[in-house]
């Protein structure tokens, strides 16, 4: 997305902006950045100031910093323990982690232990 949307305020094709390659390189100034944070902000959801082109000069280095700000997914909303079938659903859906499996399934192997004792 940071790509597609640089690539629409510098009028270039988005495989001509390497996320390498430093924003000033590309031929960014101050203007097409005041243009380009409230996209990132807007899609994204969240806050930027305008200063951000210059400390995060390449996309992959801006990209860490607003993967960083990113709201962290509810863990609520992760299933509960059960249908691996609703696991991988939640996991496509983007409403859970796949770095959470582990967890999940110790978590699902308790359950199913418990549920075979006669409780």
Same mark, same amino acid.
């Given at each position: /997305? ?7 305020? +510098? #009028? ?5 902006? !390497? $996320? ?6 590309? !031929? /960014? ?6 243009? =380009?944070?409230? /996209?990132?902000?807007?899609? +994204?959801?969240?806050?930027?100031? @305008?200063?951000?082109? #210059?400390?995060?000069?390449? $996309? ?7 993967? &960083?700000?990113? @709201?962290?997914?509810?863990? &609520?909303?992760?299933? &509960? ?5 609703? =696991?991988?659903?939640? $996991? #496509?859906? !983007? ?13 699902? &192997? ?10």
């Amino acid at each position: /997305m940071l790509r597609e949307t640089l690539a629409e305020v +510098l #009028y270039m094709k988005p495989a001509d902006v !390497g $996320i390498d390659t430093a924003f000033v390189d590309l !031929g /960014m100034d101050s203007v097409m950045g005041v243009e =380009w944070l409230p /996209m990132i902000e807007q899609r +994204l959801g969240v806050a930027l100031g @305008p200063t951000k082109i #210059y400390e995060y000069p390449t $996309i992959r280095d801006l990209a860490g910093h607003v993967l &960083a700000q990113s @709201p962290a997914p509810a863990a &609520a909303t992760a299933p &509960a323990p059960g249908s691996v079938d609703a =696991w991988l659903q939640a $996991i #496509y859906d !983007g409403k859970a982690d796949p770095a959470d499996a582990q967890e999940w399934l110790d978590t699902a &192997a308790v359950d199913a232990q418990g549920a075979g004792h006669g409780d």
